[in-house]
């Protein structure tokens, strides 16, 4: 896209009254220097002794071997220039730039979608999809947590009713044990009704007696 001549001064114009470039009278002039002489016919002028002569008040004996002011301006410009870019000049329409090892200026337009990427979809300003997913995630995690903390009753009842059963079958055991105990102290001690009555058992009849022992005493 082609950047218009009062587009480009714009922007120098802004940059010039920015706070980045507050007290940095010498840098304010370089940059206004490259900038005039490119959008003019003095793009070719931009060598490294023009710029030290012209904005830096360099005398005609000036030798870049020998100073190196307008190397280390440049650079501190470039610095200047990504600080005002990174702030107060993040929104501008065009930036200016100075790429190293060069003084003419580049100017280029700034696509502010490109820059700052497609916006990131918001779940809960969806349609339905985006809601019903949400809330079917937390449903789901929902039935996965009651569905474990219901494991472990469950495991815990059943380890409860064998232990139960367990203890029945003891105390069961430890009954009939007793009543056999009790049976053979209590034939000889109260005589044989009581001690099955105490047990919980009945007196044989006679008509349960086989047929060959009746007579028999």
């Known amino acids: 896209m082609e950047i218009g001549r009062e587009d480009k001064l714009d922007e120098l114009g802004r940059i010039l009254e920015s706070r980045s470039m507050h007290g940095s009278e010498n840098l304010k002039s370089f940059l206004k220097f490259v900038v005039d002489k490119s959008l003019g016919d003095g793009a070719d002028q931009l060598k490294e002794y023009t710029i030290a002569t012209e904005v830096f008040g360099r005398s005609n004996h000036f030798s870049p071997r020998n100073d190196s002011v307008v190397r280390v301006q440049a650079s501190r410009l470039r610095s200047k220039l990504h600080e005002y870019y990174a702030t107060e000049g993040k929104a501008d329409p065009v930036r200016i730039e100075l790429p190293k090892g060069h003084y003419s200026p580049v100017f280029s337009v700034i696509d502010r979608e490109q820059e700052e990427g497609p916006a990131t979809p918001n779940p809960a300003h969806e349609p339905n999809g985006g809601i019903a997913t ?15 903390e219901r494991r472990w009753l469950l495991a815990a009842l059943g380890v409860t009713l064998l232990g139960d059963r367990l203890s029945m079958s003891v105390i069961g055991l430890a009954v009939e044990t007793s009543c056999v105990a009790a049976m053979v102290v209590g034939v000889v001690l109260i005589g044989r009704s009581q001690t099955l009555a105490r047990c919980g058992l009945d007196e044989p009849q006679p008509d349960a007696v086989a047929p060959e022992l009746v007579g028999v005493r």
């Open 134 to 148: 949400t809330t079917q995630l937390t449903t789901a995690n929902e039935i996965s947590r009651t569905w474990k």
